[in-house]
């Protein structure tokens, strides 16, 4: 590999580089603590949404139709969401949950 302390190396790079170092953890967490502090429970968030027809109006509820899976009986242009964030060692997962108001009454009672 040449000469460790030459002008281009300065220094062996297995001396500074943790992915030469055998006691070096692959913990996220044990890596930075950033991760530590993203980690738990985020929200309540509000969240908008672009839920604009084709001529530019809200787009209204409508019913789940099975045949052209199309429909939501929710209003989503305003709704609450939550994120979890894991990590456990080298895992990183992220869960988000969305809350929509209530489905209207004739959805319900169908």
Do not use: H
Not at 12 to 27: I, V
Not at 45 to 53: A, G, I, K, M
Not at 66 to 74: A, E, S
């Amino acid at each position: 590999m040449g000469n460790c302390s030459s002008m281009l190396t300065k220094q062996c790079l297995g001396l500074s580089d943790p992915r030469y170092d055998q006691n070096a953890s692959n913990d996220l967490i044990d890596q930075d603590g950033l991760w530590k502090q993203y980690a738990g429970f985020w929200g309540p968030f509000v969240e908008r949404r672009n839920t604009l027809s084709e001529d530019n109006a809200p787009r209204k509820p409508s019913f789940y139709n099975p045949v052209q899976k199309v429909g939501w009986p929710y209003t989503s242009d305003v709704f609450t969401s939550y994120r979890v964030v894991t990590i456990e060692g080298t895992r990183f997962k992220s869960s988000k949950f969305y809350f929509y108001k209530p489905a209207p009454e004739d959805f319900c009672s169908q």
